[in-house]
């Protein structure tokens, strides 16, 4: 796990999905919402080798499961659509059939393979999409004045406030590279593999095997310990595409600078993970909270995504209340081996509980800390040498606002 920038990366200022080499995207209001920006595609010169991960929800949407499919026949992709407005969720076999159209005619637009155009859907859950619309998209798809990687990012959100993105350069067999991504992701977040919608890109070139295996991996310690309101989506997928322009030596576990790959990649798939959670519906602030001393990774893992899934954990710090003893709560209901007599807890540098015991502290300056835009809280176990980092945030009466009128 990573919780700092590399030292041999170079963070790009206003780097996009398409900072690699090789990638344009774009995006257009087609009509489905009323006058935002609500179909982008992201589009590769050449078929990447591409690799995904996929909502854990039994009702999966029916661009998910088009794109899952295809991506398993053909392990590359070369052109992604996405629209907002429609999740294309719960809608039968019509909905399934739109999500083929929609890959069908977004092959057809940009010359590429059906099987290597993957589609996603964002919105409404259980309505029909609007195809006349949708065509009006894929007909613009390329066309000079929509190509723009803010006009795609704009295009896929919901309820978000802003765009999410990012874009590293690392050195690799003395090549260039550069991993850039995008995702969307405000409500309905709580991880169960990935969540929301991540696009990530890279132009190295990338074993398609391996390249799953380091997505799994950095989805784990990435978008997989986010969550805002504990909903897990129908539609949440992360993909990465990787087209292999700059011409490295395959990347693959036997490479020698694969760890520094995999943690760039992890560190584009933490940052955007980040965002996600900032831009929580209603939020104020980003809660990190962290771990230290687990027996395992995963009672670190487990014990972090407690703390930060906990309601009254989030109200507290919305409040810039130090209401320490919601912490110690959510930790003993994670049901994981904890040792009462041993836990330690601060709120920043702030210690509140220590080797189990409460610890005077001056709760204004606590209260003081809990109104910074970032609030981490630490946790110290002090059984063991693992810990986890998970990222969430506060919970506000503007949350119940905007999901009690999401439909209407």
């Not at 499919?69 to 590359?76: A, F, G, Q, R």
């Not at 406030?161 to 990012?166: C, G």
């Not at 930060?308 to 954990?313: D, E, F, R, T, W």
């Not at 080797?355 to 063991?384: H, R, T």
Request: proline residues 3%; contains cysteine.
């Amino acid at each position: 796990m990573i919780t700092t920038q590399p030292k041999k990366m170079n963070v790009l200022e206003n780097g996009h999905v398409t900072s690699p080499k090789g990638f344009i995207a774009g995006g257009v209001h087609c009509g489905i919402r009323r006058k935002k920006l609500d179909f982008g595609w992201i589009h590769s010169e050449v078929p990447a080798v591409a690799a995904g991960v996929y909502t854990l929800n039994a009702f999966k949407a029916a661009p998910l499961q088009v794109t899952k499919k295809s991506l398993e026949k053909v392990h590359k992709i070369q052109t992604i659509i996405v629209n907002s407005g429609n999740a294309n969720s719960f809608t039968g076999e019509q909905g399934y059939q739109d999500a083929l159209e929609m890959q069908r005619l977004a092959a057809e637009k940009m010359t590429v393979e059906v099987d290597q155009v993957a589609v996603a859907s964002t919105g409404i859950i259980g309505e029909t999409l609007p195809m006349d619309k949708i065509r009006i998209g894929i007909a613009a798809m390329g066309e000079e004045n929509h190509v723009a990687a803010e006009n795609f990012e704009q295009a896929i959100l919901t309820t978000d406030t802003k765009t999410k993105h990012v874009a590293v350069e690392i050195e690799i067999d003395e090549k260039t590279i550069t991993i850039g991504g995008a995702a969307k992701g405000s409500g309905m977040i709580h991880p169960n593999m990935a969540t929301m919608l991540g696009f990530l890109t890279t132009d190295a070139v990338v074993d398609a095997v391996s390249l799953q295996n380091a997505l799994r991996q950095t989805i784990d310690y990435s978008f997989n310990m986010i969550t805002v309101d504990g909903d897990s989506s129908t539609n949440d997928m992360v993909l990465v595409l990787a087209n292999g322009t700059q011409g490295n030596e395959m990347l693959n576990e036997q490479h020698p600078q694969w760890a520094e790959f995999v943690e760039a990649l992890q560190f584009v798939s933490q940052e955007l993970a980040k965002k996600v959670a900032k831009d929580g519906e209603g939020a104020t602030k980003l809660i990190e909270v962290n771990t230290f001393g687990a027996p395992t990774e995963i009672v670190a893992k487990q014990v972090a995504k407690a703390v930060i899934s906990s309601n009254l954990v989030k109200t507290a710090v919305y409040g810039s209340d130090p209401n320490w003893g919601r912490i110690i709560c959510a930790v003993g209901y994670s049901e994981q081996p904890i040792l009462p007599n041993k836990i330690c807890v601060s709120i920043g540098d702030i210690d509140v509980v220590k080797d189990g015991a409460v610890v005077s502290f001056m709760e204004k300056e606590a209260s003081e800390y809990l109104q910074n835009e970032v609030v981490k809280i630490n946790i110290d176990l002090q059984n063991g040498e693992f810990g986890a980092t998970a990222w969430g945030c506060d919970l506000t009466y503007n949350y119940v606002r905007i999901n009690a009128s999401y439909r209407t």
